[in-house]
């Protein structure tokens, strides 16, 4: 008779399952932001230009190309979000443009009602991408400001109240350096949930106008 031995089924510590998602997270929050004010210098600038040249047919393929990069931005988000929201998103049906001419390619794509959404979402991603961005940059520069405190601090004009004083604690450099430095130690323990927050923020922001239907 023959005994089977299970083997143990092994857990990633809580360490190395967060630094992951934060990385991600993260990541995906700063440079979400530059890829937004490319989107918007791109896209909405090209699409004004070209609709107010359109009456002398230069603003027709500039008016095209806008609209073009609208979708191509639109698809690189696409794949972007898939990793925060852990599941795939789906690419809607795009008309295709099958005419000839210019004209009537522009007309095919003018008409297509997605790629009106991912113009909407090149010339709007700005504001979720701003607000992510600010809250993890103002939790990141906490971070590091609170750590290297006790760097730098010395060199603060004396005749300012530091924090810790005003709520008491005395004006002592070492127990500004122990405040900032327990201050910097929350904002690390808190980084996790606000990162995680803002890159969903963003990302349901995307889905709602790039998932196909």
Request: proline fraction near 7%.
């Amino acid at each position: 008779m023959t005994t089977t031995q299970l083997e143990p089924v092994l857990t990633p510590a809580p360490v190395a399952r967060v630094l992951p998602r934060l990385a991600a997270d993260t990541r995906y929050v700063l440079s979400g932001l530059p890829l937004a004010l490319a989107a918007t210098l791109v896209c909405v600038t090209a699409l004004s230009v070209g609709l107010g040249l359109a009456v002398l047919w230069v603003g027709v393929p500039l008016s095209f190309f806008a609209l073009m990069q609208a979708r191509g931005f639109a698809t690189a988000e696409r794949e972007r979000i898939a990793p925060v929201l852990e599941r795939e998103i789906p690419t809607p049906s795009y008309r295709t443009a099958t005419a000839a001419t210019l004209p009537a390619r522009l007309f095919a794509v003018l008409a297509d009602a997605q790629t009106w959404r991912d113009l909407a979402h090149a010339g709007l991603r700005c504001i979720p991408s701003s607000i992510s961005f600010t809250v993890v940059a103002t939790w990141c520069a906490a971070i590091l400001g609170g750590l290297s405190w006790a760097l730098w601090g010395w060199a603060l004009p004396r005749d300012n109240n530091e924090l810790p004083e005003l709520l008491g604690f005395g004006d002592a450099y070492l127990t500004n350096v122990a405040f900032y430095g327990l201050l910097a130690v929350a904002f690390v323990v808190t980084l996790p949930a606000v990162a995680r927050w803002a890159a969903l923020f963003e990302a349901r922001f995307a889905e709602r106008l790039l998932a196909g239907r």
